[in-house]
């Protein structure tokens, strides 16, 4: 089940080290420099204990709810920070999957379609932390498209 919060809030409801690990990242890492080398649409990759656990920061604007696409993954735990703006993610437990996609283990995703979701809203300073079990839509807009600056963690999962 996701769970949702500041980082202290996600560091405290979590017993997983590797998590536990992502998140001491983030609270000591000075983030807003590392956002001066990022572009906008060009993802920076940063590797935190190897491919076990890996930052990617990014710089996008939110998109429409049209436009959203639930992903799932298998190896990897997300933990979604938002460092500046916000943006709504569309979320859904695994076994509301009305049609399932092909997952490509190399991407470690997949795009299956659900019956429903609940929406979480993330705000500068939040995050959440999404397990294989949580299908996610990230990066919609609330009201009106915005600029976002987010760190994704992927922690593997074994």
Not at 42 to 61: H, K, L, M, S
Not at 113 to 136: E, F, M, Q, W
């Amino acid at each position: 089940m996701a769970i949702i919060g500041t980082l202290s809030t996600l560091m405290n409801q979590c017993n997983n080290e590797r998590i536990k690990t992502a998140i001491n990242y983030l609270l000591k890492t000075n983030i807003s420099s590392v956002f001066t080398t990022v572009s906008a649409g060009t993802p920076f990759e940063v590797e935190i204990d190897g491919r076990r656990i890996f930052a990617i920061f990014q710089t996008y604007e939110t998109k429409p709810i049209a436009e959203a696409k639930m992903e799932g993954h298998q190896k990897y735990i997300d933990i979604q920070y938002i460092h500046k703006g916000t943006e709504q993610i569309l979320i859904a437990p695994i076994n509301r999957i009305v049609k399932d996609d092909p997952y490509d283990a190399t991407k470690d995703l997949y795009f299956p379609k659900v019956a429903d979701y609940s929406n979480i809203r993330l705000a500068t300073g939040s995050g959440c932390i999404l397990y294989p079990d949580d299908l996610h839509a990230p990066c919609i807009s609330i009201d009106a498209p915005t600029k976002v600056e987010k760190i994704v963690i992927k922690v593997a999962v074994d």
